[in-house]
């Protein structure tokens, strides 16, 4: 079992910036593949950035591309989500998502784990 826990949400005005974190623990953190999502109201749970467990490949989807960057830190059981130039379309619960292997984990329904969720709303 892995346990997941975020951190780091809030409200910023737009071209603000935040940082989420992911604490995990449990099996070997560096055997996953870690990943953010995030789900707004009223819309499906959606990929926002991927890291496999090498953390040398990273994956974006395309609206946060240049904007939003994952890291994980092996030795602290973290990842990380920096997010920056954030925009009101940003709004969502933001989640952390894990999958034992190396393969990208872009697809909700892939994901073997997931934390609570933290609240992210950015104001115009």
């Known amino acids: 079992q892995v346990q997941l826990v975020e951190s780091g949400g809030g409200m910023v005005q737009a071209g603000g910036s935040l940082r989420l974190s992911c604490a995990a623990s449990?099996?070997?953190?560096?055997?996953?593949?870690m990943a953010w999502f995030r789900q707004a109201p009223d819309k499906e749970r959606e990929f926002v950035a991927s890291?496999?467990?090498?953390?040398?490949?990273?994956y974006y989807a395309d609206s946060v591309k240049g904007r939003f960057t994952i890291s994980r830190d092996n030795a602290k059981n973290t990842v990380t989500l920096q997010m920056n130039s954030l925009k009101p379309e940003d709004t969502a619960v933001y989640y952390c998502?894990?999958?034992?292997?190396?393969?990208?984990?872009?697809?909700?329904?892939?994901?073997?784990?997931w934390g609570q969720g933290t609240q992210v709303t950015v104001s115009s």
């Open positions: 998502a894990a999958r034992s292997g190396i393969i990208a984990l872009v697809k909700a329904a892939e994901s073997d784990y």
């Open positions: 890291m496999r467990w090498s953390a040398g490949s990273t």
């Open positions: 449990g099996r070997t953190f560096s055997s996953y593949t």
